[in-house]
């Protein structure tokens, strides 16, 4: 009986997590395909920008007192495989070869390999799980990148995110985000009368620095859900095995019971047969 209870309550709480792990790989499902169906877009801004920029004339090049820094893109929420790890080796890696003086943050799951390191991180910010929490984020985040590069608190800034390969599958990859390296263009745009060249300029980097980061965090945002939905999906299976296994000591244990008691009911009845017949 007391195995029979323990195999109860394993079962009610298998079932429970599998409905837990089914919610999250919904949860996760939708948020990849929206991630994924916004990239094509945010390409289209990112070439109109490069675009620009080039038709500006914008070239920007290495200060003098070269200050490295990094950006690490991860994920705040867990159950997607080594997704987090992967992305902080590399960033850590990337500390050592550049000597960063500065490092930021999005994601706080990377924070510990960062402190195991001896890493400090200078700023973090919270990872948005969604495309909608996308633009606050990055508002404040191009804000402060901005503001830091332009009081020269570093001269380069290196991106360290994830790329996607496919479901499940992404490539650690850093790209150099600041100085500002647009290809050369046949087209320039004309003098306005209403707005200065630099005013232009200004304006189509502060878009470029946030475009870039759009892109870029759309894509790891991609990465991080398929990562999650293989990880759900491996959960789910093995739940279901051992919910199958369960299930199926349960009925054994029923059907020894039941045996059990067909076999003490013929005993008793063979007991008073006994007894009759000696009287």
């Known amino acids: 009986m007391q195995r029979e209870n323990t195999l109860r309550k394993r079962l009610h709480s298998q079932e429970t997590l599998s409905e837990t792990i089914s919610a999250m790989k919904s949860l996760a499902a939708h948020h990849f395909r929206e991630a994924r169906s916004a990239l094509p877009s945010a390409r289209a801004y990112r070439t109109g920008i490069d675009q620009a920029l ?103 800034l290196t991106v360290i995110s994830a790329r996607f390969d496919g479901v499940g599958e992404f490539t650690p990859v850093n790209t150099r985000l600041l100085p500002v390296d647009i290809p050369d263009s046949d087209s320039s745009i004309q003098p306005s009368m209403y707005v200065a060249i630099d005013h232009l300029a200004a304006v189509a980097v502060r878009e470029y620095l946030y475009i870039r980061l759009f892109q870029t965090a759309l894509n790891s945002l991609a990465s991080e859900h398929s990562a999650r939905l293989v990880a759900t999906e491996s959960a789910g299976s093995w739940l279901a095995e051992k919910t199958a296994s369960a299930r199926r000591q349960l009925a054994s244990i029923r059907r020894e019971a039941a045996t059990q008691e067909v076999l003490d009911i013929a005993a008793t009845a063979r007991r008073r047969n006994r007894r009759a017949e000696r009287h």
């Open 54 to 156: 080039a038709a500006v004339g914008l070239h920007q090049l290495v200060r003098p007192g070269h200050t490295a820094a990094i950006l690490l893109i991860a994920a705040d929420l867990g159950l997607c495989g080594g997704y987090n790890s992967r992305l902080s080796c590399t960033a850590v890696e990337h500390h050592k070869t550049l000597c960063a003086q500065r490092v930021y943050c999005v994601g706080h799951r990377p924070l510990s390999a960062f402190r195991r390191a001896g890493i400090n991180i200078d700023r973090s910010y919270n990872s948005p799980t969604s495309v909608a929490g996308l633009t606050g984020t990055l508002l404040h985040l191009s804000e402060d990148l901005l503001d830091d590069y332009l009081n020269d608190r570093f001269s380069t």
